[in-house]
Nanobody
Framework: QARLAESGGGLVQPGGSLRLACRTG??????????LAWYRQAPGRQREWIGS??????NYTDSVQGRFTISRDNSRKTVYLQMNSLKPEDTAVYYC?????WGQGTQVIVSS
């Protein structure tokens, strides 16, 4: 299993932006051919799928469509989650996932 490590979380005001990164320890061929996904888990709630980057494109859950963007840098074996127009309800721990591997999560707090 590849090791995944998220970074970039923090405290941001409503309407602000953050970019999360998920660096993988996968070999290049594995990274390039696997789907990478972002999830989040708010306090007291189940983990929620946000979106996925796969060979044919990217898709998102409705609640973040138009505000969040997933991109990947194959040379760095890193996937990014650009989050714009953040809302208090986006507060959660954010995780990346590839196959059976998960990162440890990075906390995002949206508050004034």
């Amino acid at each position: 299993q590849a090791r995944l490590a998220e970074s970039g979380g923090g405290l941001v005001q409503p309407g602000g932006s953050l970019r999360l990164a998920c660096r993988t320890g996968a070999i290049t061929s594995v990274f390039n051919t696997n789907t990478l996904a972002w999830y989040r888990q708010a306090p007291g709630r189940q983990r929620e799928w946000i979106g996925s980057s796969w060979l044919r494109g990217v898709n998102y859950t409705d609640s973040v469509q138009g505000r969040f963007t997933i991109s990947r840098d194959n040379s760095r074996k890193t996937v990014y989650l650009q989050m714009n127009s953040l809302k208090p309800e986006d507060t959660a721990v954010y995780y990346c996932q590839m196959g059976n591997s998960w990162g440890q999560g990075t906390q995002v707090i949206v508050s004034s």
